[in-house]
């Protein structure tokens, strides 16, 4: 296992464009979750999965932004008619489960032009 | 609403010091407080776990306090080196709730 995987590495788009970013967890984790993070902020709580189900999704989270965990595995992030105070990096983390550790994925760094 | 409050300042310090950074809580009770180091570009590392009951933790040069009281956890790096300099997160959570993250603070530990 080569710990939680993200795609692309980077990404840029022209505004209004729909981008859309993949995460592969550790196998077996039940926990999934999605974080934006700017420059000098720490990672902003987007939504998260607890298996197949979509547990809460930030009320500061556009109707823009959508994401999806079929079967309880991978899982995508999906942000329509992009904005430029979307570019940020996006963050995806794993955890067996709620009281134990999470591990990161790279991160996706958006840019919107 | 649920509020996480780390120092905003970097905090500078000599090489072989002690950093302490802290890191405090409102409007809800953690079961489980987490810790995590973040390298420019990276996505966050665990550190430590301590727990309600838990007064404190160690993870070698790693110590962690846990004041459910004053809703309030220390972070300690003890005998700093300069491969410490990075920015640390805490992230204090309910026994059902989510990862949620403090803003961080940067740590430059200079020789």
Known sequence: DTGVSQ??????????????FRCDPISEHNRLYWYRQTLGQGPEFLTYFQNEAQLEKSRLLSD?????????????????RTE???SAM????SSEDR???AFFGQGTRLTVV | SQKIEQNSEALNIQEGKTATLTCNYTNYSPAYLQWYRQDPGRGPVFLLLIRENEKEKRKERLKVTFDTTLKQSLFHITASQPADSATYLCAPLRSWGKLQFGAGTQVVVTP
């Open chain 1, 64 to 80: 823009r932004f959508s994401a999806e965990r079929p079967k309880g595995s991978f899982s995508t992030l999906e942000i329509q």
């Open chain 1, 84 to 86: 430029q105070g979307d």
């Open chain 1, 7 to 20: 795609d692309p590495r980077h990404k840029i788009t022209k505004r209004g464009q729909n981008v859309t």
């Open chain 1, 99 to 101: 009281d134990t550790e």
């Open chain 1, 90 to 93: 996006y963050l995806c983390a």
